[in-house]
């Protein structure tokens, strides 16, 4: 009875490569987490943020489950990147509408998509500016029907209660916001996440998404394109006063783009780690008495899973 009563709640972060999740405990702050978990899938199962092999995928993450014994949990879970694309939209009204998703689907701007508006899911968050000229402002994230769809499918087939599905750029930032809400007037921010072969680099103005790009992997590369794209924004905004690099991603990665991109008296870089800024609590269970397996999840798993996280406690 207990466990139908108050249901454990598990947190997935989901990747073409692999599937991060852990068990939330509570409702603290920080929040606290257990059995943390990061699982690599079989090549093809999931490409470009659509899972390819439902079932043999539905029964990886029921089979993890059921090791855990976290049966009955309900999952909140972050998409794949590529799952889902991020708009910033300024609208045309004095205040943000009352029903955005009816609003943006009437206005139908034409927010560059490889596919219509009426074949996608959409969630819309305001951004507050601190420029007051600025019209209202919604982070908006898309994705396509059918793809949002096969994951509903994909927990289905693990028999689990799915509560809620995030775009991972939503739970990004959402982590992030600590950071992003304390930059001072005139600081350009540069999210830059390392994924393997390639890296998002994505510019943050008052707390506003600017402009993002995908690069190619390797510290000289990732250097050259994060200069370039800051001499362009330099030239697009001369108020900009300084410049604050957030590095996350895999650890010997991170290393070695922070030790390039070295710091000038208008410039800091730093590697973002969620357990050091005390985002999140690890903790040892008597199951699982060893917390340290938050060491082998990336980055940018682990970050997402902070934004998740905090997502759930806000509910």
Same mark, same amino acid.
């Given at each position: 009875?207990?466990?139908?009563?108050?249901?454990?709640?598990?947190?997935?972060?989901?990747?073409?490569? =692999?599937?991060?999740?852990?068990?939330?405990?509570?409702?603290?702050?920080?929040?606290?987490?257990?059995?943390?978990?990061?699982?690599?899938?079989?090549?093809?199962?999931?490409?470009?943020? =659509?899972?390819?092999?439902?079932?043999?995928?539905?029964?990886?993450?029921?089979?993890?489950?059921?090791?855990?014994?976290?049966?009955? %949990?309900?999952?909140?879970? %972050?998409?794949?990147?590529?799952?889902?694309?991020?708009?910033?939209?300024?609208?045309?009204?004095?205040?943000?509408?009352?029903?955005?998703?009816?609003?943006?689907?009437?206005?139908?701007?034409?927010?560059?998509?490889?596919?219509?508006?009426?074949?996608?899911?959409?969630?819309?968050?305001?951004?507050?500016?601190?420029?007051?000229?600025?019209?209202?402002?919604?982070?908006?994230?898309?994705?396509?029907?059918?793809?949002? *769809?096969?994951?509903?499918?994909?927990?289905?087939?693990?028999?689990?209660?799915?509560?809620?599905?995030?775009?991972? =750029?939503?739970?990004?930032?959402?982590?992030?916001?600590?950071?992003?809400?304390?930059?001072?007037?005139?600081?350009?921010?540069?999210?830059?996440?390392?994924?393997?072969?390639?890296?998002?680099?994505?510019?943050?103005?008052?707390?506003?998404?600017?402009?993002?790009?995908?690069?190619? %992997?390797?510290?000289?590369?990732?250097?050259?394109?994060?200069?370039?794209?800051? %001499?362009?924004? *330099?030239?697009?905004?001369?108020?900009?006063?300084?410049?604050?690099?957030?590095?996350?991603?895999?650890?010997?990665?991170?290393?070695?783009?922070?030790?390039?991109?070295?710091?000038?008296?208008?410039?800091?870089?730093?590697?973002?780690?969620?357990? *050091? =800024?005390?985002?999140?609590?690890?903790?040892?269970?008597?199951?699982?008495?060893?917390?340290?397996?938050?060491?082998?999840?990336?980055?940018?798993?682990?970050?997402?899973?902070?934004?998740?996280?905090?997502?759930?406690?806000?509910?």
């Amino acid at each position: 009875m207990t466990a139908r009563l108050f249901p454990p709640r598990l947190l997935l972060v989901l990747e073409d490569e =692999q599937v991060t999740l852990m068990h939330l405990k509570g409702a603290t702050y920080p929040p606290t987490g257990t059995l943390l978990r990061t699982v690599p899938l079989p090549r093809g199962t999931c490409s470009g943020g =659509q899972p390819q092999q439902k079932a043999a995928l539905g029964d990886l993450i029921g089979d993890l489950v059921v090791e855990l014994n976290l049966m009955g %949990a309900e999952v909140v879970a %972050a998409l794949p990147a590529a799952a889902c694309t991020l708009r910033v939209v300024e609208w045309p009204y004095d205040d943000w509408p009352e029903q955005p998703d009816l609003a943006l689907r009437e206005l139908n701007p034409d927010l560059g998509l490889p596919f219509p508006m009426t074949q996608t899911y959409i969630t819309l968050g305001p951004l507050p500016s601190r420029d007051p000229s600025r019209p209202p402002t919604s982070l908006v994230a898309i994705g396509q029907r059918a793809m949002i *769809q096969a994951w509903v499918e994909v927990f289905s087939i693990a028999a689990l209660d799915l509560v809620c599905l995030e775009p991972a =750029q939503v739970v990004t930032l959402r982590a992030l916001d600590p950071l992003i809400a304390a930059a001072p007037a005139g600081e350009l921010m540069v999210l830059l996440e390392l994924r393997g072969d390639s890296a998002d680099l994505l510019l943050v103005r008052d707390g506003i998404p600017e402009f993002s790009r995908r690069v190619t %992997a390797g510290a000289m590369s990732i250097e050259r394109e994060v200069r370039t794209c800051l %001499a362009f924004w *330099q030239r697009r905004d001369p108020s900009m006063t300084s410049v604050r690099v957030l590095v996350y991603g895999p650890a010997q990665d991170c290393a070695k783009v922070s030790d390039t991109l070295s710091p000038t008296p208008s410039w800091s870089v730093e590697i973002v780690d969620p357990l *050091q =800024q005390r985002w999140l609590s690890i903790v040892g269970t008597e199951s699982d008495p060893d917390p340290s397996a938050a060491d082998a999840v990336g980055g940018a798993s682990l970050v997402r899973m902070c934004g998740l996280a905090a997502g759930d406690l806000s509910r």
